[in-house]
């Protein structure tokens, strides 16, 4: 079984990776090699570009985690072959049923990767941006291995130990 050393974090649209910091701290002292995302949010394709670039980068499998919009880039770059799993903090996916409301995005953002490779799915349960019951259908969708966090849509930043921990578990 390949070590999973490398972390890779994929920030909400329009933020600028910095609310991962403390998630980061976590898992550096760990000795993983955590990578933040610079997204450029011009478009999502960009976004997704951006990251795909950051994964051929890396010496190793990785764990790929997005937050909020940073779901739907993951549901797209987690094809690289670098990815081993998928880990979405209250984040949106791509390729759900429209109702969901995320389809509304043109693109290509769809892809079935979340059959090929293991997903997990972080609930914030006080959540008011992606409401709790709309995070559980997203990952039964994902067929994502689930897990409930105390906090609201920003529990990367209000609870760093416990995302640190499920990404652990991901890359165990």
Not at 151 to 166: K, T
Request: glycine share 10%; hydrophobic share 50%; net charge negative.
């Amino acid at each position: 079984m390949t070590t999973i050393r490398n972390i890779v974090l994929v920030p909400e649209g329009l933020a600028d990776g910095s609310a991962w910091r403390g998630v980061h701290d976590e898992l550096t002292r760990d000795g993983f090699r955590v990578h933040i995302v610079l997204n450029p949010a011009l478009s999502p394709q960009d976004d997704v570009a951006v990251t795909r670039r950051v994964l051929d980068g890396l010496d190793g499998p990785a764990v790929l985690a997005g937050h909020g919009h940073g779901g739907l880039v993951i549901s797209a770059a987690g094809a690289h072959p670098s990815v081993a799993s998928l880990v979405y903090v209250a984040a949106f996916l791509a390729g759900l049923p429209a109702r969901c409301g995320v389809d509304a995005l043109d693109g290509p953002l769809t892809a079935p990767v979340r059959r090929h490779k293991p997903v997990w799915y972080l609930v914030a349960t006080e959540d008011l941006i992606i409401p709790p019951p709309v995070q559980h259908m997203m990952a039964q969708h994902a067929g994502a291995k689930v897990v409930e966090v105390i906090g609201d849509h920003a529990v990367h930043v209000s609870q760093p130990a416990a995302v640190a921990h499920l990404l652990r578990e991901a890359a165990a």
